[in-house]
């Protein structure tokens, strides 16, 4: 039977610019939440949040960078640090397909043209602006990078966009619609007005005094999130053809699920997400107690995190240890998937679980076995990655050791 394996691995973070860099940084126990101190913040409610440094978009040159969005240069660069991780596959280029997800797209040169047009009439919007704000933009432009003519596709599907893409190239490699896939998310969201947006809405923490302890998943104090950005790509490809071509095989994305709740456009229902659970264990051909590990999308919101407890305690009746990096790098929206999936993939490689950062108090109606303060061994051949976005979208992703 087909599978459909993992042989690259790129990723852009707050924690750094690279997935070894992240990795390492992770299992440290390091944190990647920071004060805003940029003059555009001083008034908002939410002065805090998950960046990535600048520096990681030099390789791209000054003519690429004046043509892309900060979400398009993201991902160019973890996709092509996937890209070389994989080995740069040998691949007929009508059998290579991009898919990459995003919640906003080009949101900040939305935010910024439209700034320009109000103050300054129509001639001063730049002629690349539609390019650059297109949600699709961030595929198109890895797609054009690679060569990759087998289809750059771009779910948009809130915070499940990232895992959304990993199942869809999943699904292509089954399918025999591509033998090779780079797919993951991306998000470069913080930007004044989403930060206001979210606080509006009472999505986010508000421990601006703190910033380091703001982003606290399952944790009995936690008041919201933190808004992160960056990019998570992987490089999938068909089995046999990585096998052929000597690849180093990193593990296997052996199941996946993507369901709708059609319950309410911000609330999660646990009923669904369990089912989603259900599902994915079920495409990888396995039962709840094959599973040694579970990242959880845990947004460190209070409802939010209670209801994914209820749905992995329904759904997996002895959960495994269960952990979540957004402690540590915030809420990386549409690419906070695809990094679930990048650590899930490394803890199963390497045998050990980051922490949860700052849970101090388990809140008690968590029954989860938490991993925090420091990192665990695990002998786990099988995680999950749990992916829930605004509208409904539950995504489930079952990876295994190869």
Not at 153 to 160: G, I, L, M, W
Not at 338 to 352: F, K, N, P, T
């Amino acid at each position: 039977m087909t599978r459909a394996v993992v042989t690259g691995i790129g990723a852009v973070t707050p924690l750094s610019s690279t997935a070894p860099g992240t990795w390492d940084a992770l299992v440290r126990g390091d944190q990647g939440v920071r004060a805003i101190t940029d003059e555009w913040a001083h008034d908002l409610p939410v002065r805090i949040a998950a960046r990535v440094d600048d520096a990681f978009a030099e390789a791209l040159g000054v003519r690429l960078l004046r043509r892309t969005d900060r979400a398009e240069q993201l991902a160019l660069v973890a996709g092509r640090e996937a890209w070389a991780d994989a080995g740069s596959p040998d691949v007929d280029p009508t059998r290579l397909a991009v898919v990459v997800g995003s919640a906003n797209g080009g949101i900040a040169t939305t935010l910024a043209q439209s700034r320009l047009f109000d103050a300054h009439g129509h001639r001063q919007v730049s002629p690349h602006a539609v390019t650059m704000l297109m949600a699709n933009g961030p595929a198109a432009w890895l797609s054009i990078d690679l060569g990759a003519r087998a289809g750059a596709r771009a779910p948009v599907s809130a915070c499940a966009a990232g895992s959304e893409a990993i199942a869809t190239g999943r699904e292509m490699i089954l399918a025999g619609t591509a033998d090779v896939v780079v797919c993951g998310g991306v998000e470069a969201g913080v930007q004044a007005f989403s930060l206001a947006a979210f606080a509006q809405a009472r999505a986010m923490s508000t421990r601006n005094d703190e910033p380091e302890r703001a982003s606290r998943p399952f944790d009995a104090a936690r008041d919201g999130f933190v808004m992160g950005e960056g990019s998570a790509i992987l490089v999938l490809e068909n089995e046999e053809h990585a096998r052929a071509r000597g690849a180093r095989v990193v593990g296997v994305v052996s199941g996946a699920a993507l369901t709708s709740d059609a319950y309410d456009i911000v609330g999660g229902d646990p009923q669904n997400q369990a089912r989603t659970v259900t599902l994915a264990l079920r495409s990888a051909g396995l039962s709840p107690g094959d599973l040694g590990l579970v990242h959880a999308h845990a947004t460190s919101t209070p409802v939010g995190d209670r209801n994914e407890a209820d749905a992995l305690r329904s759904a997996l009746p002895d959960p495994p240890p269960v952990t979540s990096t957004k402690g540590a790098t915030g809420h990386l929206l549409g690419a906070s998937g695809s990094l679930g999936v990048v650590v899930a993939l490394l803890a199963l490689r390497d045998g050990v679980v980051p922490p949860t950062l700052n849970v101090d108090d388990l809140d008690p109606a968590i029954d989860l076995d938490v991993v925090r303060g420091t990192s665990r061994a695990t002998t786990a051949r099988h995680a999950l990655v749990d992916a829930f976005g605004f509208g409904g979208h539950s995504v489930s992703v079952v990876l295994s050791r190869d």
